[in-house]
């Protein structure tokens, strides 16, 4: 007896249609049409099919271009649903060990006498010294004396140095090392990190560590290629899209470059997140006296590495979470070592035990900053310099015990006060009310705020100035 096969009809869950309309046109008998309503979950107009006119022949099946689109009906429709295989079998036995962490070692350095390096050098020999063998990026004014560096010492100590073809690309090689437990870093200037920002939300969101080097310059737009710090709110507030944030670090000297530097891959690995290292391009370029550490780290591998042996094999690395309840659930788990990462926070005071008048500055601004407080004092003015070394988290509570004698706020910076916002948002969060009044010296463009303007600006505020009510801002450049 023949045996008898009765052919499928086509079958579509609309949210895989892409409303391309080639099933309609091949249909002869015309049994396909497009959907009166869009798909709330694709944005697209799906297509409808009268199954009873439907003589199974299969073309529209044949010329949807959609892997998961028209497809012969299933028994069970609910065999196409997404589902995580893990729910619907459990998790795959296996007899691989259980990862657990590879735990870095530290190996004693010679003592030697102090560098005098640039500060893109320190940085790159900071994070030589911190393990990291991945080097990925690209030559970008004023940071590529830290590319150039790893380029040429890299394939001594059998790393990995890759001009990437774009920022993206960049960002994401840093993606693919992370995965892979490894310490990996970029060297860039603004222009190039704001290309980077979707890559480093990836990262944060599949928790991933990297280190990114933002050498600052002149904005907006290609700008120029002189100093400037107006990327503190890209790397404070805007990494990207989502739930977002990173440790912000803002050395000030050479000898900062390295150990923040250095510091950076030890936190960036201790909490899964990128950090952030931003400098402005008179650092980068500025020579210092730098000293190296007793020893440097050399790298273990960490339990949850995708590494591709058979204790890591069970490993996987991702940000994409279908299910809003698991996403809600990611984010909270983010908020909380976000959290965490404000034990970071770091300050250095220079003579604010008494101080009535409290510089605020970071990076090279800072420099001016300290020489127009030593100038001050000279004149009798009981001045003082706050450096937020940490710009994410900001150091509020190093901050709040100088306002009991302070009288006036001077912020000193090159950018039009995105660290005074960083200041304002952290003394409301820490719910302080009263503080005294802000005074700005700014300067944008490549220049710098000099230290006789500084202090002349200093001498000019209004004498007896008093605690008062937050009443906005006096910008004095
Ligand atoms: S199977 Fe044939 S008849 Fe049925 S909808 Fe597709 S093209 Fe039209
Ligand atoms: S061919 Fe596939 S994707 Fe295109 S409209 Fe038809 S079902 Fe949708």
Redo the contacts with the bound molecule.
Sequence with gaps: MPQVTERP??FLFPEFCKGCGR?IS????H??HFADHINARTGVVPIE?DLD?????????DACPEPYG?IGRPVDATDWELEDPSHLFGHRPTTAPVPVDIPDQRVALPACEPLVVKGNYAAAIGALLAGCRHFFGYPITPSTEGAELMASLMPKLQGVFLQAVSEVATVNHMYGAASAGQRSMTFTSSPGFSLMLEGISYMIGAELPGVFVNIMRGGPGLGNIAPEQTDIKLACRGLGHGNTHALVFAPSTPQEMLDMTMRAFDLSFRYRNPVVILGDGYLGQMTGRVMLPRDMVKPGIPAWAVWGDAMHRRNLTSSIMLAETDLEQHNEHLNRKYEAMKVEAMADTFVCDDAEIIVVACNTPARMAKGAVQELRHMGVKAGLFRPQTLWPFPVDAFLPLLAHARRIVMVEASPGQLEDELRLALSRADVRTYPPISSVQHFGGILPQQHEIVTRIMDLPAGSHAQAVSGSEVLA
Excluded: F, R, W
């Design positions: 009809k086509p099933c091949v249909c002869q008998k049994s396909i099919i006119t439907c003589n199974a022949c299969g073309l529209c099946m028209l």
